[in-house]
């Protein structure tokens, strides 16, 4: 995204965002980038941040990810879209030797020097998923106490896998609790998640946002996807089934994703699973999604052109589907 930044890009997808009445998005900035070149980073980090506020959209904004695999060179700049892996930042080298934190501290400062009170942000996210390894939460936490001392009057906040997870996050400092539940198994369990998430506003008196949700699996297979290459076998989005469930709650929230993009893990892929509701031309995967989507604003109503098409490249080749390991965590 930062390194390859393309502000036409940029501005489409924004512009299908405004279509769909969201007041926020989230995503995360490049360490590594960062490091490479900071002025162009922080060049389009602005352009980034001017466009979302033309369209009413604020930004939670992460400066690391505790989820991928190592930000090699080849795998920071692979941009085949069935191959290309998250990186997870920083490197396990840098988290594991504390005399290389100096300069991760310096990216945090620098941030909040320049960000801690932009209101064109919704909030500051420390890290996606910082994980349960001794090493990640002591280099987290580190990195936390950097934040805080920097704290200006945006509010801070942990991607979390759970609601659990935040009993260790909130002790860093943070205001708002995140949590993420991509795949329930069923309505009944989802609608209990977010029973105990409004509780847990309210005893904590601190916001909760259920920062990434997509899809409950398939009421007859049990299953998320299939395997096959053929259209009718795969598996896309489903955020009909969970849209109703999440505005009744009146959960602050963020599907995944807002274009249609690879799933993952490099397992669903290579076998052609996707995720996402806007295609680069405007249109959607799923009327019901958008509308869905966009009902929390009050608006059901979404006008446009349903295309349940998959993109040439989720469409592995026979020679790319042999070459990729399975071996990938599986989606939370």
Same mark, same amino acid.
């Given at each position: #995204?930062?390194?390859?930044?393309?502000?036409?890009?940029?501005?489409?997808?924004?512009?299908?965002?405004?279509?769909?009445?969201?007041?926020?998005?989230?995503?995360?900035?490049?360490?590594?980038?960062?490091?490479?070149?900071?002025?162009?980073?922080?060049?389009?980090?602005? =352009?980034?941040?001017?466009?979302?506020?033309?369209?009413?959209?604020?930004?939670?904004?992460?400066?690391?990810? +505790?989820?991928?695999?190592? /930000?090699?060179?080849?795998?920071?700049?692979?941009?085949?879209?069935?191959?290309?892996?998250?990186?997870?930042?920083?490197?396990?080298?840098? #988290? =594991?030797?504390?005399?290389?934190?100096?300069?991760?501290?310096?990216?945090?400062?620098?941030?909040?020097?320049?960000?801690?009170?932009?209101?064109?942000?919704?909030?500051?996210?420390?890290?996606?998923?910082?994980?349960?390894?001794?090493?990640?939460?002591?280099?987290?936490?580190?990195?936390?106490?950097?934040?805080?001392?920097?704290?200006?009057?945006? /509010?801070?906040?942990? +991607?979390?896998?759970?609601?659990?997870?935040?009993?260790?996050?909130?002790?860093?400092?943070?205001?708002?609790?995140?949590?993420?539940?991509?795949? /329930?198994?069923?309505?009944?369990?989802?609608?209990?998640?977010?029973?105990?998430?409004? =509780?847990?506003?309210?005893?904590?008196?601190?916001?909760?946002?259920?920062?990434?949700?997509?899809?409950?699996?398939?009421?007859?297979?049990?299953?998320?996807?299939?395997?096959?290459?053929?259209?009718?076998?795969?598996?896309?989005?489903?955020?009909?089934?969970?849209?109703?469930?999440?505005?009744?709650?009146?959960?602050?929230?963020?599907?995944?994703?807002?274009?249609?993009?690879?799933?993952?893990?490099?397992?669903?892929?290579?076998?052609?699973?996707?995720?996402?509701?806007? =295609?680069?031309?405007?249109?959607?995967?799923?009327?019901?999604?958008?509308?869905?989507?966009?009902?929390?604003?009050?608006?059901?109503?979404?006008?446009?052109?349903?295309?349940?098409?998959?993109?040439?490249?989720?469409?592995?080749?026979?020679?790319?589907?042999?070459?990729?390991?399975?071996?990938?965590?599986?989606?939370?």
């Amino acid at each position: #995204m930062w390194h390859e930044y393309d502000s036409d890009i940029i501005e489409r997808d924004l512009s299908y965002a405004a279509r769909l009445d969201l007041n926020a998005l989230r995503t995360w900035l490049s360490y590594e980038f960062w490091l490479q070149d900071s002025e162009a980073h922080a060049d389009a980090l602005e =352009h980034f941040l001017d466009t979302a506020d033309q369209y009413g959209l604020r930004i939670l904004l992460g400066l690391f990810d +505790g989820v991928g695999r190592e /930000p090699t060179y080849e795998n920071l700049l692979n941009d085949n879209p069935l191959t290309a892996v998250q990186t997870h930042s920083p490197s396990t080298r840098t #988290m =594991h030797d504390e005399e290389l934190w100096e300069t991760p501290r310096q990216f945090v400062q620098w941030f909040m020097d320049r960000y801690r009170d932009d209101e064109r942000l919704l909030a500051i996210e420390l890290s996606n998923e910082p994980g349960w390894s001794s090493t990640h939460l002591k280099f987290s936490k580190a990195m936390a106490d950097t934040l805080t001392t920097y704290r200006g009057d945006r /509010p801070l906040t942990v +991607g979390s896998t759970s609601l659990t997870n935040n009993t260790t996050y909130l002790g860093w400092g943070m205001d708002v609790v995140q949590f993420h539940y991509n795949f /329930p198994e069923t309505k009944r369990i989802y609608r209990r998640v977010l029973q105990q998430a409004n =509780h847990v506003a309210a005893e904590l008196g601190k916001p909760v946002w259920l920062s990434e949700w997509q899809r409950t699996h398939d009421p007859e297979t049990g299953a998320l996807g299939a395997a096959g290459s053929t259209q009718d076998t795969l598996w896309a989005s489903d955020y009909s089934s969970l849209a109703p469930l999440i505005r009744d709650a009146g959960v602050g929230n963020f599907f995944w994703s807002l274009m249609l993009k690879p799933a993952f893990t490099l397992e669903n892929r290579t076998r052609g699973v996707i995720n996402g509701l806007f =295609h680069e031309d405007g249109a959607v995967w799923s009327l019901d999604d958008a509308r869905a989507i966009k009902s929390m604003s009050g608006d059901a109503s979404f006008e446009g052109v349903q295309r349940r098409e998959y993109p040439e490249w989720a469409e592995p080749t026979d020679a790319e589907a042999a070459n990729e390991s399975s071996t990938d965590e599986s989606e939370n």
